[in-house]
């Protein structure tokens, strides 16, 4: 679950609260590899979180559409955590950089119909998308799958700080006569709250199960 910033949540108004839900994966590895213990670890963290829809209705000369709200991030991660993970539950700190896609997209709204018997005909029809700078810092545990055989769990806290980006204007994107998609912009900051919860593997093997 993402909970914008004041200013972010002025613009996303959407039907559940002005959050965003989505989902998340990341991967890290002690860059002293496996038979070596470091209390840092380094790796990849991505997340898609969507803010909602909204349906402009069909008219005389245009078709029905449907534009959706979603933001991408793609981030360096740095994690700090005990050097030995003693107990069922370890901590850790997380730092972040990278970068977040705010995506816009209209496409025609197809029924049934249309998908089976008019699927040469153009569906999405606009894209606005702008990329901003992401850095952020976390907070949360696991607990530790190292001798089980099954995955373990993770709850982070994660605060993005993001610079500013243009979006569409909820509820503005229009399709004229002559078929021109139209809509205001603005710009916002893209700060966010992240809470997440997961489930967390070492290996594969901790990850698929074993017999």
């Known amino acids: 679950m993402a909970i914008p910033s004041p200013e972010f949540r002025k613009v996303i108004n959407n039907d559940f609260g002005n959050l965003g839900f989505g989902v998340g994966t990341g991967l890290v590895v002690s860059p002293l590899l496996e038979n070596r213990p470091s209390p840092i670890l380094i790796g990849l963290d991505f997340g898609y979180f969507t803010y909602g829809q909204e349906k402009t209705p069909a008219t005389t000369t245009a078709p029905a559409l449907k534009t959706t709200h979603n933001v991408f991030t793609w981030n360096a991660i740095g994690r700090l955590r005990p050097k030995y993970e003693h107990g069922s539950i370890t901590p850790f700190l997380d730092g972040l950089v990278g970068l977040k896609l705010y995506n816009t997209k209209t496409k025609i709204n197809k029924n049934l119909i249309d998908f089976i018997f008019n699927d040469d005909q153009r569906e999405v029809i606009n894209n606005v998308k702008d990329t901003g700078v ?15 055989s099954h995955p373990g769990f993770t709850l982070r806290v994660l605060y993005l700080w993001g610079d500013e980006v243009n979006y569409v204007v909820r509820n503005s994107v229009k399709l004229d006569p002559d078929g021109f998609v139209t809509f205001d912009t603005a710009r916002a900051n893209t700060s966010m709250l992240i809470i997440q919860l997961g489930i967390n593997a070492i290996g594969l093997k901790t990850l698929v199960g074993s017999h």
């Open 134 to 148: 992401n850095y952020g810092l976390g907070a949360g545990f696991y607990t530790n799958p190292k001798k089980r």
